[in-house]
């Protein structure tokens, strides 16, 4: 399965689909989309890749939010609280989630070329996970499966 991380593709429509979900979701569980958290996740869905909370907060800055870090981390806080944004933990950065509201595991492709961070579907990998923990008595309560390599454009580019 492609990821439009890596694919060309209509980013526009791509990030029009994110927030109409996430609307949907914060109306349904009866979250509070603030100005400021709404933001926030279309500064991550402007592009197919991690943004660190600092990077987050100058963008909020510019746009009045206030110069505090707080103010970004609240705001990326509720968003990964809520299923909107996923803490890309190799970076220590946030990516926008491309399927909120959806229950699924996800694992991420990071490319060291672009930056690109590509979610994909990794529920087979999750039960694997949790089967092997289990044989051995553990109980997982939170797994990050976050993958380094290069997309096909930049082996491409690296290619001579």
Known sequence: MSSPAFEPH???RCVQSALSQAESL???RGLRLTPVRRRALEILLERHGAMGAYEVLERLAADGFGHQPPVAYRALDFLVENGLAHRI????AFAACLH???DHS???LICRGCD???EIPADRLQTFLQTGAEASGF???RATI???GLCAHCRAEATP
């Open 26 to 28: 914060a109306r349904q």
């Open 100 to 102: 909120p509201g959806r």
């Open 139 to 141: 109980q997982v309560e």
């Open 10 to 12: 209509d980013h526009h």
């Open 116 to 118: 690109a961070v590509a």
């Open 106 to 108: 996800a694992a991420f």
């Open 146 to 148: 976050e993958a380094l």
């Open 89 to 92: 933990r190799r970076l220590n």
